[in-house]
């Protein structure tokens, strides 16, 4: 399996994991980031994989779906994803552009405009992904519907905070629709191909989202087997990179309804919001 242990590059340093684990290499020069993605891209396209990235404020060494964070038992499992698919129906009856997709495009879409689903976000642009490593996510409401994002600030001068980029692999073999990859190990949907850019989120954040398969004991609890390497990078830096510029704010990777009609319809659909599924997430700027 690739990965970042036999890599050397400039600005670079790599610690190994322990047995089963990608390990870390911190990056300290945004080249460095560029040619350490460009490697495991490069390396997993000929395992017949597609990497993707996921920015996190913190490093896991798991990565769960959202709807799988609580609950750990089959029961609870089966009983959260009958919820899910109940909801995703009354959103569909609520929503004739949602009624016009395929339906297994739906929860997806939906998970990026905030339910709790089986699928992980992921993005194809490192940039966003960085940002979001270095955004904390806040919510409240009954439902965490009200969402704001607030930039992160290095309390400390020892370079003691860090964000991190994670490198997901998705198989490479095509589904019957266009925009979707299935494979033995993974689904994956590009929502920029499977939605039509009224939805303009998904754009706006270069958006894919991947799951693990199921097999005959249901689909796995977490998915953290296709993390292929992990970058991380002083806070302090990776702030400075990122800069102040206009297309990486959150008005930007969250455009209001007034720019992004799909929202405005799904906001609209009348879904109230569930305790385990929660709801489309208000996002402020």
């Not at 399996?1 to 590059?9: A, D, H, R, S, W």
């Not at 060494?61 to 959260?80: F, L």
């Not at 009200?146 to 020892?158: G, L």
């Not at 039509?196 to 005959?216: D, E, K």
């Amino acid at each position: 399996m690739v990965g970042f242990g036999k890599l050397f590059i400039r600005d670079a340093f790599f610690t190994a994991g322990a047995a089963g684990e990608p390990g870390i290499l911190r990056v300290c020069d945004p080249h460095a980031l560029i040619q350490a993605a460009g490697y495991l891209k490069y390396g997993c396209a000929k395992e017949s994989e597609f990497v993707f990235f996921r920015g996190q404020s913190k490093h896991y060494k798991t990565m769960p779906p959202s709807i799988m964070r609580q609950g750990k038992t089959a029961a609870s499992q089966n009983k959260r994803l009958r919820s899910l698919n109940k909801a995703i129906d009354n959103v569909i009856a609520g929503n004739t552009l949602l009624q016009s997709l395929p339906k297994q495009v739906v929860e997806p879409l939906l998970q990026h405009y905030g339910f709790k689903t089986t699928w992980i976000d992921l993005v194809d642009n490192i940039w966003v992904a960085l940002w979001f490593a270095c955004h904390h996510a806040r919510s409240v409401g009954k439902f965490g519907q009200y969402m704001h994002f607030e930039r992160r600030q290095v309390p400390r001068e020892d370079n003691s905070e860090f964000a991190y980029v994670y490198m997901v692999a998705a198989d490479s073999k095509p589904g019957s629709l266009a925009g979707t990859w299935t494979g033995p190990k993974t689904e994956m949907v590009d929502l920029r191909v499977c939605c039509p850019s009224l939805y303009v989120r998904p754009h706006a954040q270069h958006g894919v989202l991947f799951r693990a398969r199921g097999g005959v004991g249901g689909r796995p609890s977490e998915y953290s087997s296709q993390v292929r390497g992990i970058i991380e990078i002083e806070l302090g830096q990776a702030l400075r990179w990122l800069g102040e510029g206009e297309m990486l704010g959150v008005r930007s990777l969250f455009p209001p309804p007034y720019y992004d009609q799909g929202y405005q319809w799904l906001l609209e659909s009348g879904y109230p919001g569930h305790e385990v599924i929660g709801s489309i997430a208000h996002v402020g700027s």
